[in-house]
């Protein structure tokens, strides 16, 4: 009987090695992922060709999917590295704060829209969700948080909002460079992360079509806001990958089981395909 159920492995300096790709392509690789979240296209295009090297060589067909990292909403640095925040204190994200003097009172952010998507009761969500701030009034540039659960806190971790709703476009200046990477390297599919709707899938794919790339498009659900216009999303990708890390944070570990099951059970309804 065939294997329905499709590998998808992620090439990075573990895998640099001729020996350990091929045991991958013989283990049943089916879809290799880079990350252009990280390392130099130098890197990445060396993978490939070894990769690529490694398939002549066996009776395997292998895929290659370059995931775009899509918006970074991170905070910046803290001067000793890290704080520790205890709950009931105060603590703000403040623009006007260098991206390298976060002390225990303040911290500066990468994400200047952040005023404009948060007002007075919103819950900010730091590490992963390992930190909660609530929000108790945005003012100029900053945003005032009380700590709710506490924790120590390090240098450019993430931010999320509970429920989503940070407006960061999907596609950066960085993406469109990728982009455009993917498409010499003639990858299989490239993946979108943070689609917020199907206009963004749109926009990836003419991109990539400008570039002469046939390449097919993954949207990667991991804002809560996508789940408004999921059926569109899906009609408009190849496929879609529940990014459980990011939708995790934003809808809370218990929404997320019931969310998965529904977006399976709707990209098989409509044709597609659900990684």
């Not at 775009?68 to 520790?84: D, H, N, T, W």
């Not at 992963?128 to 945005?138: F, Q, S």
Request: glycine share 10%.
């Amino acid at each position: 009987m065939p294997r329905r159920t499709k590998i998808i492995a992620t090439l990075g300096p573990a895998t640099d090695d001729a020996k350990t790709m091929q045991g991958l392509i013989q283990c049943g690789l089916d879809l290799a992922r880079i990350n252009l979240s990280h390392d130099t296209h130098s890197r990445h295009r060396d993978r490939v060709r070894a990769l690529r090297a490694c398939v002549d060589g066996s009776s395997r067909h292998v895929g290659l999917l370059a995931d775009l990292q899509g918006p970074k909403i991170r905070i910046g640095r803290f001067r000793e590295g890290s704080v520790v925040l205890k709950e009931g204190e105060l603590f703000a994200i403040d623009l006007t704060c260098p991206l390298d003097e976060g002390d225990l009172h303040r911290v500066g952010t990468t994400y200047g829209d952040l005023v404009r998507d948060v007002v007075r009761g919103n819950t900010l969500l730091l590490d992963d969700g390992a930190i909660a701030l609530w929000v108790n009034e945005v003012q100029d540039s900053v945003v005032h948080c009380r700590v709710v659960v506490g924790g120590e806190l390090s240098n450019h971790k993430g931010i999320n909002k509970l429920g989503g709703g940070l407006s960061a476009p999907a596609l950066t200046d960085k993406d469109k460079i990728d982009i455009r990477f993917a498409a010499e390297l003639g990858a299989d599919y490239v993946a979108v992360s943070f689609v917020r709707n199907a206009d963004d899938v749109r926009k990836a794919r003419t991109l990539l079509r400008e570039a002469g790339c046939q390449a097919g498009i993954i949207a990667k659900i991991e804002r809560a806001e996508a789940l408004n216009c999921i059926e569109e999303i899906i009609d408009a990708s190849d496929a879609i990958m529940i990014a459980r890390g990011d939708l995790g944070v934003e809808l809370g570990d218990a929404e997320l089981p019931s969310v998965q099951k529904r977006l399976i059970r709707l990209a098989q309804e409509r044709n597609s395909v659900a990684i």
